[in-house]
């Protein structure tokens, strides 16, 4: 057992995440190459929908890596390479949307559900239960004094 656990732990430390950027997309300034890196792993691919495309093996993730880069070699800035893919596809493109007023709705909606659901659980566990119906008639009342060893008999 303690063999199997070892070997477990060690194949755990040697697994190293997949990229999916092949070598002959690679550029040969290491600079630029970050700031690709750093670029393609905030823009979604459209395809697989939750990956960046530096993770993607998709067509159309190795397209928009090429594009990353052919941006960068023309002498874009980052931020100027991500305006061109948001203008081109809009920013569902984009992992992390920006803050603005058209994603204002987008950003609120989780804190104010959860603001509402806390407020609604704190007025409910404050008001006492009165359900109908509750109150017990004097045969029951007896009956649970019996059974609570108060009852004489």
């Known amino acids: 057992m303690k063999r199997l656990l070892t070997a477990l732990v060690v194949l755990c430390a040697l697994v190293?995440?997949?990229?999916?950027?092949?070598?002959?997309?690679?550029?040969?300034?290491?600079?630029?190459?970050?700031?690709?890196?750093?670029?393609?792993?905030?823009?979604?691919?459209?395809v697989c929908q939750n990956e960046s495309i530096d993770d993607s093996n998709a067509d159309l993730a190795r397209d928009l890596r090429l594009l990353v880069r052919e941006r960068l070699v023309a002498g874009d800035s980052n931020p100027e390479v991500e305006q061109y893919l948001v203008d081109r596809y809009g920013e569902f493109v984009l992992l992390a949307p920006r803050f603005a007023w058209h994603t204002l709705v987008l950003w609120l909606a989780t804190p104010l559900v959860f603001l509402v659901g806390l407020v609604v659980l704190v007025l409910n566990m404050r008001r006492p239960a009165n359900l109908p119906g509750t109150a017990l008639n004097k045969e029951e009342?007896?009956?649970?004094?019996?059974?609570?060893?108060g009852g004489k008999k």
């Open 16 to 46: 190293q995440p997949a990229f999916a950027v092949n070598p002959d997309e690679q550029l040969d300034d290491p600079v630029l190459e970050e700031r690709a890196r750093d670029i393609s792993q905030g823009l979604r691919c459209l």
């Open 141 to 149: 009342e007896k009956a649970l004094s019996e059974l609570r060893g």
